[in-house]
């Protein structure tokens, strides 16, 4: 796929590039003219910038909203998912009959940031609200048996369970069995028949009509939290206690929506970028702190902190340390133990990069040495012994992005005969409903997720036949997925004019994420000069134009690959595509350009 020869009856593409380094055509985005137009005389844009808001879907009447969303125009009638007044008079009820609430939380970013938006709305009522997160080794993902024993047992008399529990149908039923009470706050897919409990609150439920299926769990225990302000209001509860204020948590739903991958689009855009202006703040000690220690310095927050910063230091706890940490970090508000628990929180992620690296260069061996990336199957699946659970998902994004098709990394546990697995889709390719189908026909002990990631539990004799079922199933998406796999480029410019001010203007459509993407920028005859290996497999130079201009460049883990190896030979009249990151270093305020793609004209058709 990357030997850069022209693809088969494919027209050429954004500068003739009907085929890159990295085997995809190029295209300019596609854009209404008359949308476009629309956008240059009633917002005032340049027309870079207009065709890039239309290409993004954006109406001629919806411009302003896109780029000055508001919760006031944008906020859903909580009523509007499917049982979430029955949860929030779940909830209310049991505070008044003062019974004792815990919140049973997923243990990545966005159940941690569900269980701390829950805890903070708690304590603003004065009350007490325990956080039971399982162990990824232990326990696995998600409610179970024994974890409802555990509660039970604790005290317990309603668990509020968030970012899973929408597919425990079985844990859920043991846990009415032994007179708990639940209530499920998820976005997860799920089975047509949901858990009996009190309430499935699950904007992707079927039969849910409230057209909130992008956001992530933080954006649903978000709007609850609005629905717990209007029901705790009918009854009376703000008559001697301050109805909190929940805007003052954006931030927490910002975070959620950005590290699961959301699409940012209508309430969920508004509601992360008015979570970015809140964290912006810093007043999360924990977000404060975590910030310290990873050497940021406080200022504007950017989806950059949530996705790059932040997010990895918090997962790390869930993925091989204690599971409750990220959650506890999020939730406090002592700063004392919000430096401890971030100290520890950056220390896991050193030692979680390390293992990740070593897993990602096994699979890669493992995999090319079958050819399973390049023999046209739809998915790959690699399995290895001891592979932390807690990486797979990671090195599956990795994997991933190498082979631009969906991947499941798989940790076997010899002793146990068990296998846990994560995978990452690519756009088109629902890989969530694979792998519940896969489940439904007996090839999983367990499985579930979204579209573009999942999780599973196999037995390890079952991993061929799981591998032949999820590529028979995936065929008809991979034809489509592959044919959508464009580079779709935003604006072709020159070296010198990939400046602070372009990106600044192109700021005005973050936050980014699936269904608005970064912007791509395409730069024509450029040299790569003095390129540099760098650790990690990236390459460093300056792209250098004609007239002698040029920017700073990087490319992410690519040096082993043909891109990579364009760049580090110093090849001129390359055409490249990547984004523009700011670069800060010493307060200069300049550019570099983060490289997605390259093309050689020689090659390319």
């Not at 697995?421 to 579930?448: D, F, I, K, T, Y």
Request: net charge negative.
């Amino acid at each position: 796929m990357a030997d850069g020869a022209p693809a088969a009856g494919l027209a050429p593409g954004f500068l003739d590039v009907s085929r890159s380094l990295s085997g995809r055509a190029w295209r300019q985005r596609p854009a209404e003219a008359s949308t476009i137009r629309a956008h240059m005389q009633t917002l005032g844009l340049s027309e870079p910038l207009a065709r890039a808001l239309a290409s993004r879907g954006v109406g001629p009447n919806q411009g302003a909203d896109f780029l000055e969303p508001t919760l006031k125009r944008l906020f859903p009638n909580p009523s509007s998912f499917m049982d979430m007044d029955a949860a929030a008079e779940a909830i209310v009820g049991s505070i008044q009959a003062g019974e004792t609430i815990h919140v049973f939380a997923d243990y990545d970013v966005d159940g941690a940031s569900s269980a701390a938006l829950l805890v903070r709305w708690f304590r603003a009522l004065g009350a007490d609200l325990p956080i039971y997160v399982p162990d990824r080794l232990t326990e696995g993902y998600g409610p179970s048996p024994l974890a409802f024993d555990r509660l039970k047992a604790s005290g317990a008399d309603l668990v509020i369970t968030v970012d899973c529990g929408a597919a425990a149908n079985e844990a859920i039923a043991h846990a009415c069995e032994i007179g708990l009470k639940v209530v499920v706050i998820d976005h997860h897919m799920m089975r047509e028949e949901p858990p009996a409990c009190l309430a499935v609150v699950n904007p992707n439920r079927p039969g849910d009509t409230s057209g909130q299926g992008n956001l992530a769990a933080a954006g649903v225990v978000f709007v609850l939290l609005a629905a717990l302000n209007r029901e705790a209001r009918k009854r009376g509860l703000f008559e001697t206690t301050p109805e909190p204020d929940i805007r003052q948590w954006l931030d927490l739903a910002a975070l959620g929506a950005i590290c699961d991958v959301t699409g940012l689009t209508g309430f969920n855009r508004a509601l992360t970028g008015l979570g970015l202006k809140v964290m912006s703040g810093w007043a999360n000690p924990g977000l404060k702190a975590l910030l310290a220690v990873a050497g940021s310095e406080p200022g504007p927050a950017k989806s950059n902190h949530a996705g790059f910063i932040l997010g990895p230091r918090i997962n790390a706890g869930g993925r091989i340390g204690r599971a409750d940490l990220g959650a506890r970090l999020l939730s406090t508000d002592d700063p004392l133990e919000a430096q401890a628990l971030a100290e520890e929180l950056d220390g896991l992620n050193v030692a979680r990069r390390e293992v990740e690296r070593e897993v990602t260069e096994t699979a890669i061996r493992r995999v090319e040495a079958t050819g399973q990336h390049a023999d046209g199957s739809a998915v790959v699946v690699v399995a290895g012994e001891d592979w932390h659970p807690g990486v797979v998902g990671i090195v599956a994004g990795r994997l991933r992005e190498r082979w631009r098709k969906p991947v499941i990394v798989i940790g076997v546990d010899a002793v146990g005969n068990v296998g846990k697995g994560s995978g990452r889709s690519q756009p088109g390719m629902n890989l969530g409903r694979a792998v519940q189908a896969a489940w439904r026909e007996g090839l999983l002990l367990a499985g579930g997720g979204h579209a573009m990631a999942a999780g599973l539990t196999v037995r390890p004799d079952g991993i061929d036949a799981l591998r032949t079922f999820l590529n028979v199933a995936m065929a008809d998406e991979q034809v489509e997925a592959e044919a959508m796999d464009w580079v779709e480029v935003d604006a072709l410019i020159d070296p010198g004019a990939a400046s602070r001010a372009l990106f600044e203007d192109f700021e005005r459509l973050a936050p980014y994420g699936p269904a608005n993407p970064e912007p791509l920028f395409a730069l024509s005859g450029v040299q790569a000069r003095e390129p540099v290996a760098m650790n990690g497999g990236h390459v460093r130079c300056r792209l250098g134009g004609p007239d002698g201009a040029s920017v700073k460049a990087i490319a992410w883990r690519c040096a082993d690959l043909p891109t990579g190896r364009a760049l580090l030979n110093g090849q001129g009249g390359l055409s490249v595509v990547g984004r523009l990151k700011a670069d800060d270093w010493n307060g200069r305020k300049g550019v570099q350009f983060e490289i997605e793609d390259v093309a050689d004209p020689r090659m390319a058709s």
